[in-house]
């Protein structure tokens, strides 16, 4: 029989806030422009300004409901208190599946960019290498992930400052005349590299102080991520325009636009440092979602175990890492996950529904609106992927249910 330990309290904020940003600031900003752009035409900086109104919604929602219930699991536990079980269970449903399909998806990525023709051996060394740190203690899980975002940065810093100076930069190419309703589409997808403060949330159990460190661990992150988006995104537009939508690696091709040739190879590495960051928070996230669930017996409750001496979900994170692995090892996922980005509004939108309980209700309330109106906005392929592995979700809690009734389970 395992015993429910709790985790320990050794985050303080700037660790907290580094994990965020590790998630937020990872590959995403190396990848997700060019389709943003394919979808919002001219409309990519408006986009991105209503994807960080909906993030800031989400966020608000968040940081209150982690000062109010700090435990680790995030949403789950938050629909599961003000909602009920089935809305707690859906949300961290959706986080697990979709989460462990970004992972491998990420895993894959840092393949392709340090080694492409042996991307699948890469991945599997990677998430060892990450289950690896996270197993030895959250801390150090922090600061990896501190040297990761600092290494990242400077690399966005450099793209930002080349292309702002190039001589080819043309400030007329900012212009949003002839935005239309493709903005929302690719809110919808720009949303998806904003959501890594959920990372912290899902931490709370092992943060100090989180009736105050949560909520500025989470707006800090945020507010980092983004002025740095908008600086790279303006920096891009400026040297690539429309161009933008057929880049299939914008930030490397508008160094090489600008001139700076030798800045490619250093882009094309900072990018695989940023996957690596992504990587690491999402597995922090994923397995302390299956530490909550496990502890209400939604999965395996063996998965619950705390390490006595690194104070980590250490089975919890050898179970997702191993399934990654796996993953990443037999399957090319990256085409195949747009339903994380359905998923993640999904589950923020059980975040804000819960919020929503505690009175003070025009920010819960917008980013409700915001998160339905853009996960219904994302392409038909992803919303109908997304909407079947939460009908399986529905039917697995069901079953449990269930069976729960008959053996008296409680």
């Not at 985050?11 to 907290?16: Q, R, S």
């Not at 209150?64 to 809305?87: H, I, Q």
């Not at 959920?198 to 980092?224: D, F, M, N, Q, Y």
């Amino acid at each position: 029989m395992v015993t429910c330990v709790r985790l320990e309290r050794r985050l303080g904020l700037t660790d907290a806030a580094f994990v965020g940003l590790s998630a937020m600031v990872g590959a995403g900003i190396f990848t997700a422009l060019a389709p943003a752009a394919g979808a919002a035409g001219p409309g990519l900086l408006p986009a991105l300004l209503l994807a960080a109104v909906v993030a800031y919604c989400n966020a608000s929602s968040s940081g209150r409901l982690a000062a109010l219930y700090p435990e680790s699991g995030g949403t789950y536990v938050y629909g599961r208190e003000r909602l009920g079980p089935f809305w707690g269970y859906l949300a961290g449903w959706g986080f697990v599946v979709g989460k462990t399909a970004s992972c491998a998806a990420m895993a894959l990525t840092v393949g392709l960019y340090v080694w492409p023709a042996q991307a699948h051996l890469i991945a599997v060394v990677a998430v060892a290498a990450l289950t690896g740190v996270n197993y030895v203690g959250v801390q150090r899980s922090a600061a990896v992930a501190r040297v990761l975002v600092l290494a990242v940065l400077a690399v966005l810093l450099l793209v930002v400052a080349v292309c702002v100076f190039a001589g080819t930069a043309d400030a007329g190419r900012l212009s949003v005349a002839g935005a239309d309703a493709g903005v929302l589409q690719a809110a919808g997808l720009l949303f998806f590299a904003f959501a890594g403060y959920a990372r912290v949330a899902t931490l709370g159990e092992e943060v100090r102080e989180p009736e105050r460190t949560i909520p500025r661990a989470i707006l800090l992150s945020l507010a980092v991520a983004l002025a740095v988006y908008a600086a790279v995104a303006v920096a891009v537009l400026v040297v690539l325009g429309p161009a933008l939508a057929q880049a299939r690696a914008p930030l490397a091709e508008a160094v090489r636009v600008a001139g700076a040739d030798w800045l490619v190879p250093v882009v094309r590495v900072g990018a695989a440092v940023a996957a690596l960051g992504s990587l690491l928070a999402l597995i922090l996230g994923v397995s302390r979602t299956v530490l909550a669930m496990s502890r209400d017996r939604f999965l395996p409750r063996g998965l619950a175990a705390v390490h006595p001496r690194f104070a980590v979900p250490h089975r919890a994170e050898l179970a997702v890492g191993a399934v990654v692995a796996v993953i990443a090892a037999t399957a090319d996922v990256r085409a195949a996950i747009g339903f994380s980005s359905f998923g993640v509004l999904v589950y923020y939108a059980v975040a804000n529904a819960s919020a929503w309980t505690l009175g003070r209700r025009i920010v819960p309330a917008l980013g409700l609106v915001g998160c339905l109106v853009l996960a219904l906005a994302l392409p038909w392929r992803s919303v109908a992927a997304g909407a079947l592995v939460l009908a399986v979700g529905a039917v697995a809690y069901l079953f449990h249910d269930r069976v729960g009734r008959v053996v008296g389970r409680p």
